[in-house]
């Protein structure tokens, strides 16, 4: 009964915001999601952001569930909804980048079945946001998740993660890397370079004046649910192929989102070391190394995912900290109108929180 009130007072609170004419300032619902996805990935591409893979709550609460195939794409300049033609492979935990008008969808996982044994991918898959078609590229170099990824002048990075060993078809161990791949769209290859300094897993990395940004993440297994995590920051140069440590973060928290607005980082939702939620959204400035806080979103959620829409903030549903589900989309304007949104795209979908679900 209290599940069933609550959410008919989002879907009241729903309808006062998009009767509303004013959009100025502070966290606004905008719409709800069609499907209860968690574990996608995300990508925006045309004031349209596409929500890939993952698996739906609704149906399987308790975690588990098979993977999806869906792909939901969301329209905010009409505040409506569509599907898109399905990804090829269904997946749980994959990442996505962004080139041009095509979104990359690199590993996940699934399962033979509910109960069936976990299977990785290093699959990797674009979508033609124009054509509404998937074509296969060449597979990942190394089976890992969950990495981050990030894209400078045309190449897609995979960062850190968690290896995954697999022998004849059968799981042979795991360990956390600090291994960095690249990508090429134009010609479909992978290079190697320089390692991270920390190797970590379940980090954010953002795209900030064409260096990426490295931040948080598990770097190690067994100590603790808190004690496994880092707040490191380490910035990566691609033209000189180097690493810098920076100062860490003034704050612990793991599990978060990160999205880049105006050189601006914004770290979304996470957990303290009281396996508390923060109450504010952190901001960072790498030029000026300096850290400032936000609002939260009106619905504190886990496993939020996140995504940037010319200079709007959006969170898509979550976990609740009853571990119901919230489809609540909320918006943030940062009054930021980018010209062009080459690499300020980073999509993270909470893998960590989903993982906990199975």
Partial sequence: MLGKYRYLQWVFTLLFVVASSSFAGGWKPVTQLPTWRIGGAAAAVGGKIYLIGGFDHKTHVGGRGPALS???????????????????????????????NQIYVFGGYDRKGRWGATRYHTTVEMYDTQTDTWVKKQDMLTLRMPFATAVVDGKIYLIGGIRIEVKNGVFGGKAITDLVEVYDPLTDRWEQRADMPTARSAGDAVVVDSKIYVLGGQARFARGLVDDYVTHIEEYNPKTDQWLQLRDMPMFKFGFSTVAVD????????????????????????????????EPPTIPTEATTVVVVNGTIYTLGGLLSDFGFSPIVEAFDTGFRAVTARGKLLTHWGELKAERQR
């Fill in 263 to 294: 050189n601006e980082i914004y770290t979304i939702s996470g957990m303290n070391n009281a396996l508390q939620r923060p109450d504010a959204v952190d901001v960072y400035n790498p030029t000026v190394d300096k850290w400032r806080e936000i």
């Fill in 70 to 100: 869906t792909v939901d794409v969301y329209d905010t300049r009409t505040n409506s909804w569509h599907a898109a033609a399905e990804i090829p492979t269904p997946r749980i935990g994959p990442q996505t980048a962004v080139f041009s």
